[in-house]
Nanobody, 122 residues
Framework: QAQLVESGGGLVQAGGSLRLSCAAS????????MGWFRQAPGKEREFVAA????????LYADSVKGRFTISRDNAKNTVYLQMNSLKPEDTAVYYC???????????????WGQGTQVTVSS
């Protein structure tokens, strides 16, 4: 059974950094685009970043450009989200997802993890 498991979330002060990981198992996600989304309380889930299977193309939400970096290690079936210069408005549950194409729309993604909480204090 295909499974995505996020880790690395936690509590950090504004200006700090966190690195999220998403470990994939149960199938080969090497040909999938991997994405990160987030959902804050009372808000809709929003796109954060995505990376194609080769790592050759990446997409970022305007709100995280220059601060977040997505990467992947296909040999380890793992995708990462390095988050720097964190702001309180980055507080949310962060989800990893897999898509056969390259999209910023959450309904395009076929597989989802359970999420990891990121809290940024001011």
């Amino acid at each position: 059974q295909a499974q995505l498991v996020e880790s690395g979330g936690g509590l950090v002060q504004a200006g700090g950094s966190l690195r999220l990981s998403c470990a994939a198992s149960g199938r080969n996600f090497g040909s999938y685009t991997m994405g990160w989304f987030r959902q804050a309380p009372g808000k809709e889930r929003e796109f954060v970043a995505a990376i194609t299977w080769s790592g050759g193309s990446t997409l970022y939400a305007d709100s995280v450009k220059g601060r977040f970096t997505i990467s992947r290690d296909n040999a380890k079936n793992t995708v990462y989200l390095q988050m720097n210069s964190l702001k309180p408005e980055d507080t949310a549950v962060y989800y990893c997802a897999a898509d056969r194409g390259l999209s910023t729309r959450s309904n395009a993604y076929d597989y989802w993890g359970q999420g990891t909480q990121v809290t940024v204090s001011s």
